[in-house]
């Protein structure tokens, strides 16, 4: 029997900021200011990066063995939404508590740097232990931080991995093992990932271009987004998942995109919505060509010419194993009070579509959800995001609202 979910509270550290007002106020006018060039990732190549700029959280002396900026990325959004995590632990107890994190590099940066040092010391430096860069250890870090004892895993999809994580919170739920559990996730940027995405000539010189005839590649980017997930009704409810796993290619989609289509498909289904219902999509849309063709063909099938859609990678770079959970926050903030003027994130690109491409409504500067789906105006208001990954691993996901107006 299907139960309401409700996304009950967002913590998210990004390139756009730290905070909900920020972060909303850069998805909406299209901020390029944390899309940095670095030149320390990819061998005498400088690179374009989502970089987070606020000062982070130390773990302190008690963590050091979890010590790394994945884990004080992650700490900096639990911090935001400490509150109604510890008023859920005092309610129903810390067994009854669950934790489900999606990640792709985890701390593999101190690896690096511990690599390095033994290259030069024949030793690894002092202060590094394995669970700095262990792809579960930051699920382990929040579990023992908060003192957790029910279930606490990590799921590694690549660019689904934090998707996947509200989905395994949603069947945590269903199944009555958990209460509450807090879903996300959280990645770093690296020299591993960057050189891996350069290897594949898959990096782009500039900042990204979805579905743009000029598209040539990805940039990377880090951060981290935390839900709590309740069996609630009312409030911005997680309506619909869809999963596909196609298989087509180790690293190359379905060029016709029949998984992305059959993800989205599911979670139409699942969600008791039609197309006409979704009134904006938060495309993965990463700028390579082979992504964004086959995207935007499964966009068109599934929901037409007519949804407004755009990527918002341009404007964080690639999260990569956070990515999804950092694209259903933006969906859920601009459900939020903090929308008030009810603004879609625009397409940031240099206006040159792609004509290969089936024809997609990319959100234009200053467009509202009133201006385009006759039932927001009725105030329900529905959202997709889309996130497709390696080995054809990919989710869609629908969240939605029902108020007297969006953002009320």
């Known amino acids: ?54 000062v982070l959280p130390e773990l302190g002396k008690k963590w050091q063995r979890y010590q790394c900026r994945n884990n004080q990325l992650l700490l900096a959004a639990y911090q935001q939404i400490a509150d109604q995590v510890e008023a859920c632990i005092k309610q129903y107890g810390k067994e009854r508590v669950g934790l489900v994190l999606g990640t792709s590099t985890s701390g593999i940066e101190e690896g690096e740097q511990a690599a390095r040092y033994k290259l030069a010391h024949q030793q690894f430096p002092e202060n590094y232990h394995y669970l700095q860069q262990e ?54 940027l690296c020299r591993l990932t960057l050189n891996g995405f350069d290897s594949l000539e898959s990096v782009s010189d500039s900042i990204c271009n979805p579905f743009s005839a000029n598209r040539n590649g990805i940039n990377i980017g880090e951060g981290a987004a935390l839900f709590v997930v309740t069996r609630e009704l009312g409030g911005i409810q997680l309506l619909g998942i869809g999963e596909s796993s196609d298989a087509y290619h180790m690293s ?43 995207e935007a063909q499964a966009v068109n099938r599934v929901c037409g010419s007519q949804t407004p859609c755009s990527s918002t990678k341009p404007l964080t770079g690639h999260g990569l194993g956070a990515a999804g959970a950092l694209e259903i926050g933006f969906c859920w903030l601009l459900l939020t009070d903090h929308n008030q003027q009810h603004q879609l994130p625009p397409q940031v690109w240099d206006n040159c579509y792609d004509n290969d491409l089936p024809a997609l409504a990319l959100v234009q500067p200053g467009q509202q959800f009133t201006q385009t789906v006759s039932t927001v105006a009725k105030g329900r208001c529905n959202l997709m995001s889309n996130s497709f990954a390696f080995g054809g691993n990919n989710i869609s996901v629908v969240i939605g609202k029902v108020v007297g107006r969006v953002g009320g």
């Open 135 to 188: 792809i579960g250890g930051s699920t382990e870090f929040l579990a023992n931080y908060l003192g957790l004892e029910g279930v606490a895993y990590t799921i590694s999809t690549a660019c689904s991995s934090s998707a996947k994580a509200l989905a395994s919170a949603r069947q945590l739920l269903q199944a009555g093992i958990c209460d509450v559990v807090i879903a996300g996730g959280v990645d770093t």
């Open 1 to 54: 029997m299907k139960i309401p979910v409700q996304l009950s509270a967002l913590g998210m550290v990004c390139p756009l900021g730290s905070d909900p007002q920020t972060i909303l106020q850069g998805l909406v006018t299209g901020s390029q200011q944390g899309m940095q060039s670095r030149n320390d990732f990819i061998p005498e190549k400088p690179v374009i990066v989502g970089v987070v700029q606020e």
């Open 252 to 294: 190359a989609p379905h060029p016709a995109g029949q998984g992305a289509e059959q993800a989205m498909q599911q979670a139409l289904v699942d969600a008791e919505l039609s197309s006409e219902a979704i009134a904006y999509i938060n495309l993965h849309g990463t700028a390579t060509k082979q992504n964004d063709a086959m």
